[in-house]
């Protein structure tokens, strides 16, 4: 759950980013805490605008983030990721022009832990991920690609890992195994996760917070098991 005010691991104020000056986040604020917090809300909403924003892929037009108390709002990319920031986009996570192994190669760079434990561990995560090393990450299916694009994020030893709709367009039994997965790394590894997700079921079953955007707002912050159908509803606009 969320720590005690002013502590939280992820702190943001005020955020408002878009794209070519048009506002898409008009004003967000969330704490997140060592914890699961999913963020819900219909196609468009910006679900993905606001992770890209976390991620420091997008500018923002006003707001803070700070990051463990440290001001991150005008950093790069690379150095929220280097602090411990990880981020699993919604689509192209992978590349598709190197192997598996090459990926999370890749994702292994930062971090001084030694990248052979890291790798037997996301190896152990996701025993499936062995068998696929030297193939070409363009060519994996879609859930097979999904699961290397959280494991090169998990190479980087993540405190806080962004997941942009992980399940999205994957079989039943690929979400259920994905979702047991995002539990796993919170409660075995200690990662904070803030989860995208149109599946508001499943989100809810694996989330501590929520929050419901719906048009660039925070239509609903709440304790996931606080969220009534209705008010999930009202947020979808359905
Ligand atoms: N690169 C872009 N340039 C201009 N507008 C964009 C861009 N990306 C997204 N948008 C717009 O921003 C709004 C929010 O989109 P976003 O992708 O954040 O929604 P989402 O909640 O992630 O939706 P989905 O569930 O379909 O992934 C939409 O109106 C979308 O058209
Ligand atoms: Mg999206």
Redesign the pocket.
């Known amino acids: 759950m969320s720590e005690a005010n002013g502590s939280a691991m992820l702190e943001v104020h005020g955020l408002r980013s ?3 000056g ?1 506002e ?1 986040l008009k004003g967000i604020d969330l704490d997140v805490g060592a914890e699961v917090f999913a963020v819900l ?10 992770l890209a924003t976390l991620a420091r892929l997008i500018p923002l037009m006003a707001g803070t983030i700070h990051f463990h108390g440290e001001d991150v709002t005008r950093l790069p990319a690379f150095e929220t990721a280097a602090r411990g920031i990880g981020y699993v986009p ?1 689509e192209k996570g992978v590349f598709p022009e190197l192997t598996v192994s090459e990926n999370l190669t890749i994702g292994g760079m930062i971090g001084r832990r030694s990248r052979e434990d890291r790798i037997a561990e996301v190896f152990e995560l996701f025993p499936d991920l062995a068998a696929l090393q030297g193939q070409l990450a363009g060519t994996l299916s879609g859930g097979e690609s999904r699961m290397v694009a959280c494991c090169r994020a998990l190479m980087q030893d993540p405190q806080l890992l962004l997941l ?2 992980p399940t999205a367009g994957l079989s039943p039994l690929y979400v259920d195994m994905f979702f047991e997965k995002i539990t796993e790394i919170h409660q075995t590894k200690g990662v904070s996760i803030i989860l ?1 997700e ?1 599946n508001a079921t499943k989100a809810l079953e694996v989330a501590d917070q929520v929050m419901v ?1 719906s048009l ?1 707002e925070a239509f609903a912050v709440m304790d996931a098991a606080q969220l009534t159908t209705d008010q999930l509803k009202e947020g979808y606009r359905i």
Not at 41 to 50: E, H, I, M, P, Y
């Open positions: 878009g794209y070519h048009v898409v809300g219909a196609n468009g909403a910006g679900k993905t605008t606001l919604q942009d709709e995208a149109q955007l660039g």
